[in-house]
C-alpha cells in the first residue's frame, strides 16, 4: 500500500474516534436527571411544558436553530395541544441526516417519571446537541424530540406516536423526508444492562450501517438484543419511504419488569450505556455526512 493512501487511511480510522470522544454519557445522563426532575410528563400537561421550554432553552444555548413544531392532537381524552422540538443546522450539499426521540412519559395513576422511557432519550439528544454543535457536517443536521409517542390510553394506530406521525407528514409535504439520507431514533437506551436490539421493521442498509460502527468502536456487546418488531417514531417515516432505523432495549430490568412502572428511575440508567450509544450514533451521522 501506498505511504499517502496509509496516512489517508490511518486519519479516517482516528476521525471517529474523535467525534465520537466529544459525546459524553455522564453530561447525557445529567441532562436526563434534569428531565425526570420535572415529575410525571405526559402530553398536554404543565410539567411537559416546562419540560418544553427547559430543552428549547439548552439547545438555543448552543446555537442551534430551534422550531418549535405545536399542533393540536384528537385522542381518546379530547384534543390536547403538543409540541415536537426540532433543533437544526443548515448543510451545503441539500441532504439530511435526522436523530429523533421522545420526551414524554406514559400517564399512569401513579407517580410514573419515565427515566428510561422518555427521559434518557431526551437527556441523549440534548446532549448530541453539546457534542455536535461545532461540528462541520456537509447535511442539514435535525435533532428531533417528539412530543405524544406514549399512548394517551392503550396503544393503537390512532393513540400512539402522535409527534412523529404528524411530522412525517409534514416534511412529507415540504420536502424535507425525500432529503433524509438516513434518520436514527433513540428510546429506551439508558438501562445499565443494555442490549439494543435487532428491530425488524427499521431499514436494513442503515441497520447493518450503525451495527458495523458499534463493532468497530468496540460496543458490539451492547448492540446485541434480539430481532425484535417494534412500532416505535421510525415508523411513520419508514412508512412514507424514508430510510429510518430504531435503536431500543426493550428488556428492561428482570423479564421486563420496569418497563412502565414506579421502578423506572434514575438509578437503574447508566452513563457508560449513554456514551456507547451517542458515540456509535454520532459516527453513524459522520459516514452518512460523507
Known amino acids: 500500500m501506498h505511504r499517502s493512501k496509509t496516512l489517508t487511511l ?9 467525534l465520537g470522544a466529544d459525546f459524553s454519557g455522564a453530561q447525557a445522563l445529567e441532562y436526563t436527571k434534569a428531565l425526570v426532575a420535572f415529575g410525571p410528563r405526559p402530553a398536554g ?15 438555543k444555548a448552543q446555537g442551534w436553530t430551534v422550531t418549535e413544531d405545536a399542533f393540536p392532537a384528537r385522542t381518546p381524552a379530547g384534543v390536547l395541544q ?24 406514559k400517564r399512569f395513576p401513579f407517580k410514573f417519571v419515565g427515566a428510561n422511557d422518555g427521559g434518557a432519550s431526551g ?29 394517551v390510553r392503550d396503544w393503537t394506530s390512532t393513540d400512539s406516536l402522535y409527534g412523529s406521525r404528524h411530522l412525517a407528514e409534514k416534511w412529507q409535504k415540504d420536502g424535507t423526508n425525500a432529503r433524509i439520507t438516513g434518520l436514527i431514533n433513540v428510546d ?4 445499565r444492562d443494555l442490549h439494543v436490539v435487532s428491530e425488524m421493521y427499521s431499514s436494513e442498509p442503515l441497520r447493518r450501517l450503525l451495527w458495523q460502527v458499534a463493532a468497530q468502536l468496540g460496543e458490539a456487546k451492547r448492540f446485541d438484543g434480539q430481532e425484535l418488531p417494534i412500532e416505535d417514531d421510525h415508523v411513520p417515516f419508514l412508512r412514507l419511504g424514508v430510510r429510518a432505523l430504531d435503536l431500543i432495549d426493550f428488556e428492561y430490568g428482570p423479564r421486563h419488569a420496569w418497563w412502565h412502572t414506579t ?5 437503574k440508567l447508566s452513563a457508560d450505556s449513554l ?16
Open 10 to 18: 490511518a486519519a479516517a480510522l482516528l476521525a471517529p474516534l474523535a
Open 45 to 59: 400537561t404543565p410539567a411537559l411544558q416546562k419540560t418544553q421550554d427547559y430543552i428549547v432553552r439548552q439547545l
Open 82 to 105: 403538543m409540541k415536537n422540538i426540532i433543533a437544526s443546522r443548515k448543510g451545503t450539499n441539500g441532504k439530511a441526516v435526522v436523530v429523533t426521540g421522545h420526551y414524554d412519559t
Open 123 to 151: 437527556g441523549l439528544l440534548l446532549e448530541m446537541a453539546r457534542a455536535l454543535k461545532d461540528r462541520p457536517f456537509k447535511s442539514d443536521v435535525y435533532l428531533v424530540f417528539f412530543d405524544g409517542e406514549e399512548a
Open 188 to 191: 429506551m437506551i439508558g438501562d
Open 263 to 267: 421502578e423506572d428511575t434514575v438509578d
Open 275 to 290: 456514551q456507547a450509544v451517542g458515540k456509535v450514533v454520532a459516527e453513524t451521522l459522520r459516514r452518512l455526512d460523507q
